[in-house]
């Protein structure tokens, strides 16, 4: 969400680096080009002015001008001014939702439609039962959307969380008074409202929406925004908040091309904090939004943290356990390549993983060269289990003719087949080097191990 503005900032900061030591005007220049780089990202016009006072008043300092690297004091106080526009800082919230109420707790999901908020419901309700274990109970309270209700349950079935049963012809105050009856009645944990969205914000739309909420009081009631949509989802917010109130804000789409300055915008517009990122189609495709984290990635530090939760919550343990040792003892055959294939998908898309590492942001183009896209494990995996047990196990066998045979078998072509032999051939060698190495060699070899297609120059089908 944040590539634009991450090479814009990394670009203004490489030249402060080159620099050495640094003037003041040194550094107003590069908060010129700073404030340019937020604009053009659809930050608010009164936070990118605010940001930059605050980053000027700490930066043009003497302990600034005379320090030994007086270049990585101005990203870390930019660093730190990001943190606070986004919500972090001293006396911030902890991430996710608040469920410090008595149960069932009412979470309230409010915005336009089409910006996701019936699927981030069943994101939300397969987050609640999976890593907190509670009962859930889902309600559409959208009467105007042609099978809205429907959806939601569909989503339910799927989240593995209870669906309050349809009752045609019933108001969204009705269906929300049943859904907190059943709800206390059954001992459920958390009850998810979702409101009825609107294409754009209307008298009718609020009126409803603040009713439900007066009715229900809800805990949490969850404002929804499309993280494409730019400075809309500023203006969205700010209806919301005015004329409802909001606590909370969940950004969708933010793997997509967004240019992310709806997010540095949004707690300073509304006050209330970006609690959930969605981040694809998936039911759990949702994670916490950290303040520090995103301010890390924009300015190129990566998220270290993530990665590894993120490895922590898909990848199988025993199974990695396993593949480890064979690679120790040089016995790791495409069988295995095709296991680890699998794990790397569960963590998402490759660009997302590549930039969440330390120092990516100076390599985008270099990545963009080398056309890494989502379905080449999709595409890896296919061509593997074209192939016969015994050709998995002792890839030297694998000639012309069986070449043919494998790549009809996946829908691809030989080179594609080639391709994947020399990268599993590459990968191999690179395994016995390390071996050799030991426990140091295999850190510093492990990227291209980790996500295939990276290494030998060549380009990923």
Known sequence: MFEALSTRLNGVFDKLRRRGALSEADVTEALREV????????????????????????????????????????????????????????????????????????????????????????????????????????????????????????????????????????????????????ARRELFD???????GRL?????????????????????????????????????????????????????????DARGGAALSMRAVT????????????????????????????????????????????????????????????TFDLEDFANQLKQVGKMGNLSGILGMLPGMGAMKSQIANAKIDDKMVGRQAAIISSMTLKEKRNPDIIKASRKKRIAAGAGVTVQDVNRLLKQFDDMSAMMKRMNKLGQKGMMRGGLGALLPGMGGGKRPF
């Open 200 to 256: 754009s914000i209307d008298d009718a739309l609020m009126e409803e929406v603040a009713a439900v909420k007066a009715a229900t009081k809800p805990h949490q009631t969850l404002l929804v925004v499309d993280a494409m949509t730019g400075q809309d989802a500023v203006n969205t917010a700010r209806n919301f908040q005015d004329r409802v109130g909001v606590n909370g804000i969940v950004m969708t789409r933010v793997d997509g």
């Open 35 to 182: 404030r340019v780089a937020l604009l053009e990202a659809d930050v608010a016009l009164p936070v990118a002015r605010d940001l930059i006072a605050k980053v000027r008043e700490r930066a043009v300092g003497a302990e600034v001008i005379r320090s030994v690297s007086p270049a990585q004091q101005v990203i870390k106080i930019v660093n730190d001014a990001l943190v606070e526009a986004l919500g972090g800082g001293e006396g911030m919230e902890a991430p996710g939702l608040d469920l410090n109420a008595p149960a069932p707790v009412p979470i309230l999901m409010v915005g336009l439609q089409g910006s996701g908020k019936t699927t981030t419901s069943g994101k939300i309700a397969l987050r609640l039962r999976t890593r907190e274990k509670k009962k859930i109970l889902l309600a559409s309270l959208d009467v105007a959307r042609p099978a809205a209700q429907l959806q939601l349950q569909t989503l339910a079935t799927q989240a593995g969380v209870m669906s309050l049963p349809i009752v045609p012809g019933q108001s969204p105050l009705e269906i929300a008074a049943r859904a907190m009856d059943m």
């Open 271 to 330: 006050g209330a904090p970006i609690r959930l990122l969605g981040a694809g189609e998936k039911l759990d495709a949702l994670e916490d939004f950290h303040p520090d984290r995103v301010a890390s990635r924009i300015l190129g530090m990566g998220d270290i943290v993530s990665l590894v939760e993120r490895a922590a919550e898909t990848i199988d343990r025993d199974e990695a356990e396993k593949l480890a040792a064979k690679m120790r003892k040089g």
């Open 190 to 196: 958390v009850v998810i409202l979702d409101t009825a």
